[in-house]
């Protein structure tokens, strides 16, 4: 890093992109365990990262950081980044083309580019769930090209079948048949709601339901403190109202969906045997790494994955994704503090009372905000070298 910054600093002819070039592809990298990574703007702004990194001491990780790739589901588009990719990486691009193929095999459905979808497009889930699993099985395959490759992976209700098939328990066909066919089943139930909710705990909520029962379930448990309703839209809607109205006074999130359906609840029940026949015979295969269920919350097995029935409980029961993360970070050394999951999602535990006792003037915890932005994937642990955070005063509070 300093022989880079002092050529900086001696040779006019340098510019990013060929300097960018040249250290990924035309640099040797077999004699260093570690690299790093700079996010930059221009030449004299990296010169002085450059210079920072290498004036600081680095203190060597005890173990490995390990890795866990989350699927994401439905109410998620990756469209943005995705356009970039299949410009620039000929790895993600090829794997795109090979499962549009795939699904044109079922309907004659044109998935790229993502871009060339309107919003109200994508509302559909005929076109949302395979374009999702599409650029996530991409994503994975290029992440795995890269040598970027995790310990288990986890799929959060629709996602799980992009997580068994990256993990090598379904084939590629297998899963774009069981895409295929309950995206094209789930587009035929009644119209509902999804709602969003967080910071209270989830049995708060499940017990503010009680008169709604039948009418609106908790569809996803994300996390102690978030979970997803889902049922009819007239009811969400007022769910929604006497939420907000009960938990006024305790900062409640609430956020609809965009999604056209009532995922994860009884308007599912009218699907499922149609679609338990129609994805049968799946192959069973021998996985290559550990897929937690969000359907048990468990690891599942090959045995699991290649049952038609298995399948259908899993689009109608809920997103045990709050229990699939626990057993994920279990008896795993040096991922309990910070877990990568890519692409989908990212989960980390942030150090606040470590803010907190260094911010001056001394402020209660409850009137901060904190907003946080991550340009690429990474991960956090507690041996994390740098973690900035920047507290912005507004008005009287900081």
Known sequence: MTDTADQLSTRNSVTLPSLAYTSACRRSHANYRYRKAFVTNSLQHLQQELMSTASTELAMSKAEPQLVFVFCGNGVMLKEFSE??????????????????????????????????????????????????????????????????PVAAVGHSVGEVAAAHFAGYLSLADAVKVIYHRSRLQAKTARGSMLVVGNIPVQEIAERLHPYSGRVCIAAFNSPVSCTLSGNSDSVDAVQRDLAQAFSQRNIFLHVLSVPAAYHSPSMDMILGELEENIQPLGKEKGEIEVISTLTGMAATENDFSQSKFWARHTREPVAFTQAIKTAVRDRENVNNGVALVPGAFYAELGLASVMSSSRPKVPLSTCQMSISFSAPCVLTQRSQVLSIKLSPQKAVT
């Open 84 to 149: 970039a990719l299949l410009s620039s990486e000929p790895v993600f691009r090829d794997k795109c083309k090979e499962i549009e193929v795939l699904f044109q095999k079922h309907a004659p459905i044109s998935l790229l580019p993502a871009g060339g979808h309107s919003p109200k497009d994508l509302l559909n889930p005929e076109l949302s769930q395979p374009l999702l699993f599409t650029l996530q099985v991409a994503l994975s395959s290029l992440l795995k090209y890269w040598g970027i490759k």
